[in-house]
């Protein structure tokens, strides 16, 4: 090889082990320095996000409004003698006692009706609510169950009403013996059965939500009438994700209060209802709710799992000190994180 060659060899070689400090110079002094290559910023956004976005359904894509119609024969009747006698408020005749009677039965089984479209819905206004439309196949089908039930009692209590009211009215007339009061107990207390029966009836009405966009331009109404009723859906909607999330915080509190309290202090008994209600909301909970956002199906879903684990381990919890408060821990963490 030549002596050129080989001064190029070395040249290249000497080039390629120099280490080029790529690092933005300093400025020390007013002088300004000028970069070859400009430097990069890091964009920073101007506003950090809490919560991801939610895609929100308008209510009538996903519910129906429901009104419950009920009328009950109310067994007591104003007692005008003692209410005069007394000189404050009205005295009430109770008629037939206790519960295991037809007319309680009966009155149970129209409670029940209203007790089950009351927990199966979320508020609307005073008298109406609004059904989750995924939920309509198992609601009808449910109530219908209950309003056949419910005439059922009717008119096993009409079939023997004669016997029940008369019954009812010899207890009633020894009460005023025993009290000196023999005109205690009357006839005309007691409706005939045409008109007990009239007394007993359910309707149930089911109604579409209105839309904003659904009103008629002919109706004159004006822009910001719109937007006051779009605000009030949206009300009624933020409404009904609060009721959700307190009917679930409900049996959660009893729990932690129950589960306080030390085992053989008075209060301390653990009966498997206080679980059980937490699974039974939890399931009821994720049939009504109406709301878009994630985090709440997020803590319908953990309540679920929370209570379904701490229904596997009753009587451990029952027995064990250690159970207990490990338990009421986690119920109370979910409970505030609920409550945030």
């Given at each position: 090889?030549?002596?050129?060659?080989?001064?190029?060899?070395?040249?290249?070689?000497?080039?390629?082990?120099?280490?080029?400090?790529?690092?933005?110079?300093?400025?020390?002094?007013?002088?300004?320095?000028?970069?070859?290559?400009?430097?990069?910023?890091?964009?920073?956004?101007?506003?950090?996000?809490?919560?991801?976005?939610?895609?929100?359904?308008?209510?009538?894509?996903?519910?129906?409004?429901?009104?419950?119609?009920?009328?009950?024969?109310?067994?007591?009747?104003?007692?005008?003698?003692?209410?005069?006698?007394?000189?404050?408020?009205?005295?009430?005749?109770?008629?037939?006692?206790?519960?295991?009677?037809?007319?309680?039965?009966?009155?149970?089984?129209?409670?029940?009706?209203?007790?089950?479209?009351?927990?199966?819905?979320?508020?609307?206004?005073?008298?109406?609510?609004?059904?989750?439309?995924?939920?309509?196949?198992?609601?009808?089908?449910?109530?219908?169950?209950?309003?056949?039930?419910?005439?059922?009692?009717?008119?096993?209590?009409?079939?023997?009403?004669?016997?029940?009211?008369?019954?009812?009215?010899?207890?009633?007339?020894?009460?005023?013996?025993?009290?000196?009061?023999?005109?205690?107990?009357?006839?005309?207390?007691?409706?005939?059965?045409?008109?007990?029966?009239?007394?007993?009836?359910?309707?149930?009405?089911?109604?579409?939500?209105?839309?904003?966009?659904?009103?008629?331009?002919?109706?004159?109404?004006?822009?910001?009438?719109?937007?006051?009723?779009?605000?009030?859906?949206?009300?009624?909607?933020?409404?009904?994700?609060?009721?959700?999330?307190?009917?679930?915080?409900?049996?959660?509190?009893?729990?932690?209060?129950?589960?306080?309290?030390?085992?053989?202090?008075?209060?301390?008994?653990?009966?498997?209802?206080?679980?059980?209600?937490?699974?039974?909301?939890?399931?009821?909970?994720?049939r009504v709710c109406l709301s878009?956002?994630?985090?709440?199906?997020?803590?319908?879903?953990?309540?679920?799992?929370?209570?379904?684990?701490?229904?596997?381990?009753?009587e451990i919890i029952r027995h064990?000190?250690?159970?207990?408060?490990?338990?009421?821990?986690?119920?109370?963490?979910?409970?505030?994180?609920?409550?945030?």
């Amino acid at each position: 090889m030549n002596l050129e060659l080989q001064q190029a060899l070395a040249d290249a070689i000497k080039q390629s082990d120099t280490v080029v400090d790529a690092t933005p110079l300093q400025q020390e002094d007013d002088d300004t320095v000028v970069s070859e290559e400009p430097e990069l910023e890091e964009e920073l956004p101007t506003e950090q996000p809490v919560r991801q976005m939610v895609n929100v359904k308008p209510l009538n894509e996903k519910a129906i409004l429901v009104t419950l119609k009920r009328g009950m024969y109310r067994p007591y009747i104003s007692d005008v003698n003692a209410t005069e006698e007394y000189g404050a408020g009205t005295v009430n005749k109770h008629l037939f006692d206790g519960r295991d009677n037809l007319v309680k039965r009966a009155v149970a089984k129209f409670t029940s009706v209203y007790t089950y479209v009351n927990d199966n819905t979320v508020p609307w206004a005073v008298g109406q609510r609004m059904l989750n439309m995924m939920n309509w196949d198992d609601f009808t089908s449910d109530l219908r169950t209950l309003v056949d039930d419910a005439y059922t009692a009717v008119d096993t209590l009409c079939a023997n009403w004669d016997t029940v009211w008369r019954n009812d009215l010899a207890r009633i007339h020894q009460i005023g013996m025993a009290k000196g009061n023999p005109n205690l107990a009357k006839e005309s207390d007691y409706p005939d059965v045409d008109d007990l029966r009239g007394r007993f009836n359910i309707d149930v009405q089911y109604m579409p939500i209105p839309k904003v966009d659904d009103f008629d331009p002919r109706f004159g109404m004006s822009d910001a009438e719109k937007s006051s009723l779009q605000r009030q859906l949206d009300d009624v909607q933020a409404s009904a994700s609060t009721h959700v999330i307190q009917q679930m915080i409900k049996p959660l509190g009893e729990a932690v209060k129950k589960l306080s309290i030390p085992i053989g202090k008075d209060g301390s008994v653990f009966r498997d209802s206080l679980i059980d209600n937490m699974v039974e909301v939890s399931t009821r909970m994720d049939r009504v709710c109406l709301s878009d956002d994630p985090l709440i199906k997020q803590q319908i879903t953990e309540l679920n799992r929370l209570a379904c684990g701490l229904a596997s381990s009753k009587e451990i919890i029952r027995h064990s000190p250690n159970a207990r408060t490990q338990a009421k821990d986690d119920i109370e963490a979910l409970m505030k994180r609920m409550q945030g």
